[in-house]
């Protein structure tokens, strides 16, 4: 009997410190609190819910949903609101929040259609949406989003197993201070980095990537389907900045694509920010 109330006691334990705050917010106005005071309080100069047209779609606009996106237990939030965006729950109160809308301003918007699972993996289908005239941009093309530690991106189930030999990336000037750079990783990790303009340090690097950083981008590479993306992808508005990746696999063949807006693909976005963020993470000399 008395392991009976020990064990009785222990799931109950276990109950009490997977439960989050998330898990107790019930209406919009709730989450729009807990969005500013918990998550980001400058937040408090938008309304996440601000809508004119009601959506009554199970999972249309201005409403939002839990799911445990990352499968640690702990309940996140989706908002498909005046912006598309998800808040996940790190523990110990903190928060990450990874935009779905994506571009300058976030210009490049989209609604959520359906949540699905596999393995039980949350998955989000979305369709672009028209904040104009509040209405699917392309109610003919729909993507299938899974997150993982960079952000959303396009859900495969079959990535590829490529050998990747080299990474080129590099961008170009915007309007603004974008940064302007030149890098490229060998399969040894190997890297150098020209900053050119527009980051923390001026001038000719090296490094050797860590080899989590490293296995991250060559995972992200097989998972995006290189064979399947086209060469060039821009965005319908002006000012913005070209990336530009160059990817040599499997004994010199090579993938080239220019994107002008760098938002060619979720996939794509998602290894630009990694190779980005090397640029602050690595110990360049």
Do not use: H
């Not at 994506?102 to 672009?128: C, E, H």
């Not at 064979?227 to 990817?247: F, G, H, M, P, R």
């Amino acid at each position: 009997m008395k392991s009976v109330i020990i064990i009785a006691t222990l799931l109950l334990t276990v109950n009490f410190v997977i439960a989050n705050e998330i898990d107790s917010l019930k209406t919009n106005q709730e989450v729009q609190n807990f969005l500013v005071e918990k998550v980001y309080n400058k937040w408090k100069e938008f309304n996440f819910f601000e809508g004119t047209t009601k959506d009554t779609s199970k999972y249309g606009k201005f409403k939002f949903f839990k799911t445990d996106l990352d499968n640690n237990g702990l309940t996140d939030l989706i908002i498909n609101g005046t912006y598309f965006f998800a808040v996940v729950d790190k523990g110990n109160g903190n928060y990450k929040t990874y935009s779905i809308d994506r571009g300058a301003f976030s210009l490049d918007k989209y609604t959520l259609k359906n949540i699905i699972y596999t393995n039980k993996q949350p998955l989000l289908v979305i369709n672009g949406y028209n904040d104009l005239n509040f209405s699917i941009q392309d109610t003919t093309k729909t993507d299938t989003l899974i997150l993982n530690s960079d952000g959303f991106i396009e859900y495969n189930p079959f990535p590829d197993d490529l050998k990747i030999e080299k990474i080129n990336f590099s961008t170009s000037p915007c309007y603004g201070k974008c940064p302007i750079f030149k890098m490229t990783i060998n399969d040894k990790r190997i890297a150098t980095f020209q900053a050119i303009e527009y980051n923390e340090k001026t001038g000719n690097f090296t490094a050797t990537i860590d080899s989590s950083s490293y296995n991250n981008l060559v995972e992200t590479i097989n998972y995006i389907k290189l064979s399947s993306l086209k060469n060039d992808y821009a965005v319908s508005w002006t000012d913005d900045q070209t990336a530009t990746l160059e990817i040599t696999f499997n004994n010199g063949q090579t993938k080239t694509i220019n994107d002008y807006g760098e938002i060619g693909t979720f996939g794509l976005a998602n290894l630009y920010n990694q190779l980005f963020l090397l640029r602050k993470t690595q110990k360049w000399k």
